[in-house]
């Protein structure tokens, strides 16, 4: 899948470098890509008009906050009517403890990765969501039981190839 967004490597590096410190200053971030600050600073509101940058956010530590569990919940739906993925998905985004959706192939329509301060908590959410009508046939949880890794950011290097500036 394209972008129709042009970019070049040094539009790449700026991205790169602002995937790990989104706080970073311009000159701080300038230095690093090897600009000087102005040019970097257009390149940069460019890149955020583009909407190449969707944002900025704090990474969390959710352990520091208090208990909580992390939970993917593998759902199918019903109906596979275009409607039936809109109704759905409109009344997913309505829970703040969905912090993400993805509809994905396979034997399932959707993977929620769902955020709750306990299990009872986060069974009352599902009993919430089939008592909508929503259109969820059957669901399977999984509980997070160890973060053993993750990533800040994406693969840019790797899924902006050289081919797209040279």
Known sequence: MRSAVSFDRFDLKILVHLQREGRCSN?????S??????P??????????TGLIRGYGADIALEKLGDHVIVFSEVTIGSHRPHDFRKFEEAAAKY???VECYNVSGGYDYLLKIVAPGIGYFQ????????EDIGI?????RIVLRHSMGRRGYPLG?????????
């Open 158 to 166: 790797i899924i902006a190839t050289q081919k797209r500036w040279e």
């Open 137 to 141: 046939e059957r669901f399977a949880s």
């Open 124 to 131: 009352a959410v599902m009993d919430k969501m089939l008592e």
């Open 40 to 49: 970097c600073l257009l390149r940069t509101k460019r890149l955020q008009e």
């Open 27 to 31: 000159v701080d971030l300038a230095e």
């Open 33 to 38: 890509v090897g600009l000087s600050p102005s």
């Open 96 to 98: 703040e403890e969905i």
